[in-house]
């Protein structure tokens, strides 16, 4: 008797387990699961931090192991200080470049106050110069979407603990936020993409893990500009808005049949109401048709449709300073 | 209640570790022997419920196509591991239809749950219906796929039936939690 009523209870729990299985499989799909694998991901997170503290140090492990790893990570080294070496490099051609443009700017602006005698205007616009300022951090993946080839989250191990919030642009790479390798045919007066590949934005950010929506998710949209390379250096375009379209292209919109549109255009991010933001890559105008509404319809095929090799991004964030009292 | 808590702590364990070594562990090499253990070790409801669950929190954090271990193992435990009445004679012995020897339940229980997991990681994109896609496509696929798992999950199992029988001799389990040694 008591075995049957066991059995029984077995049964019912094994019956409701089942569904509940069954009701996950479907809510998966709905992509309804958002938020609570976020929570899950941070229930596991103190157990992920013990183990990244306790892995084993590089003293203890065995000396021809110790000799082999030695090697990778000295050539990983050289690479990354070449790298970084010419990073430097750009990056003084292109302060130069900009000290060089802030001090032309000034001087117009001199010019243009002393023949409108707006002095309180000017002095203001450069004060909101400072009032904007943008760092990143960087944040290891966890892991990538479930489903292979489906381009679908990404969630990072950095969260609200680290001053994360939602809608922060999330860029790939561990290193300096620069060109994706075009800077040496940059011309004097250009302006210069320095933006990184735009990965995606904060979709929620947990206590220690954030997830990650990805340009080519069907909700995300952000302001996005044609920026077109000639031999004259780079010149942007219109501004629209770029959205994901869950089939791996991006969709560029809002752009008025009367500007100029081509296939090979690239697409960046706006500048954000007239300050002097990082510009970020999306990716390559492939398709571009008039639509019935004055509009032009632009595919873009995003630079990143793959998350698998990432491994470590970084985000970028845009801090309002104050301006002392 | 203690093994309860043993078990859940087990259970976040073996997903802490799954989960952050992706590169050393396939998945659900830990996982699936935990769980079916939970199974065999309270064959009660409660069993059913904390490894039904672990399952369900594995299928959120990492999904497939669908969560087919969480949906079959659970049934699959009852059928396997429920509490029968204690067999009196040898004839009785005789009629019973599983005739498993108790040590090779859970790593079979094992296997079955790592084929089961690992039939819908397999890409379906080219499905069809010849012999040469399920002998070429499908096998080399589905081998590949799941051979790193059994190879950890299957002796894991087989340490955990060791266990589980050394803490029936000691004692260290409910005497109605017990498989029924004839």
């Known amino acids: 008797m008591h075995h049957e009523q066991s059995r029984t209870r077995m049964w019912v729990t094994a019956v409701c387990m089942s569904l509940a299985g069954v009701a996950i499989g479907f809510a998966d799909r709905a992509g309804t699961l958002t938020s609570s694998r976020t929570i899950l991901q941070d229930l596991m997170s103190p157990g992920r931090i013990l183990l990244l503290s306790i892995r084993q140090p590089a003293s203890l492990q065995s000396p021809a192991e110790n000799a082999s790893t030695q090697t990778v990570d000295s050539q990983v080294l050289l690479a990354e200080l070449r790298t970084s070496e010419q990073q430097r490099r750009q990056l003084i051609i292109e302060n130069a470049r900009l000290s060089h443009q802030l001090k032309t700017e000034f001087s117009h602006q001199k010019v243009i106050r002393s023949l409108t005698g707006d002095v309180d205007m000017a002095d203001g616009a450069s004060e909101l110069l400072e009032l904007v300022r943008q760092d990143s951090l960087s944040a290891r993946v966890i892991r990538h979407g479930g489903l292979d080839g489906r381009l679908r989250d990404l969630m990072i191990d950095a969260g609200s603990n680290a001053g994360i919030t939602r809608s922060e642009i999330v860029v790939d790479g561990p290193g300096l936020l620069v060109e994706k390798g075009h800077h040496q045919h940059v011309a004097a007066g250009d302006r210069v993409l320095t933006g990184a590949v735009v990965v995606g934005r904060i979709a929620q950010a947990g206590r220690w893990v954030s997830l990650v929506q990805p340009v080519t998710d069907s909700e995300f949209k952000s302001r996005a500009q044609i920026m077109r390379r000639t031999d004259d250096g780079a010149f942007y375009g219109a501004e629209g808005f770029i959205e994901g379209t869950e089939s791996g292209i991006c969709r560029m919109t809002g752009v008025p049949y009367t500007e100029s549109v081509a296939v090979g255009d690239h697409v960046v991010t706006a500048e954000v109401d007239g300050t002097e933001s990082l510009r970020l890559y999306f990716g390559q105008i492939t398709e571009a048709r008039f639509l019935n509404g004055g509009q032009w319809e632009i595919e873009v095929k995003p630079e990143i449709t793959e998350l698998t090799p990432l491994t470590e991004v970084r985000i970028i964030r845009t801090k309002i300073q104050e301006p002392a009292p | ?182």
């Not at chain 2, 081998?143 to 894991?156: D, G, T």
């Open chain 2, 1 to 182: 209640m203690k093994s309860i808590v043993v078990a859940v702590g087990l259970i976040w364990m073996v997903l802490v570790l799954e989960i952050s070594w992706p590169e050393h562990l396939p998945g659900g090499c830990l996982l699936l022997p935990v769980v079916c253990g939970t199974f065999f070790w309270f064959r009660s409801a409660t069993g059913i419920l904390i490894a039904g669950a672990g399952l369900l929190i594995d299928a959120i954090l990492r999904p497939t196509t669908v969560p087919l271990s969480a949906v079959l193992l659970p049934i699959l435990s009852v059928l396997l591991c429920s509490p029968r009445p204690v067999i009196s004679s040898y004839a009785q012995l005789l009629r019973r239809w599983k005739l498993i020897p108790m040590a090779l339940e859970l790593p079979l229980f094992v296997a079955i749950a790592v084929c089961v997991d690992n039939l819908l990681r397999v890409s379906f994109h080219d499905f069809s219906f010849t012999y040469e896609w399920y002998s070429n496509r499908f096998g080399a696929s589905f081998w590949s796929s799941l051979s790193p798992v059994l190879i950890i999950a299957v002796p894991v199992s087989g340490l955990t039936t060791l266990l589980f029988r050394t803490a029936d001799e000691l004692g260290l389990r409910r005497l109605n939690s017990r498989p029924s040694y004839f």
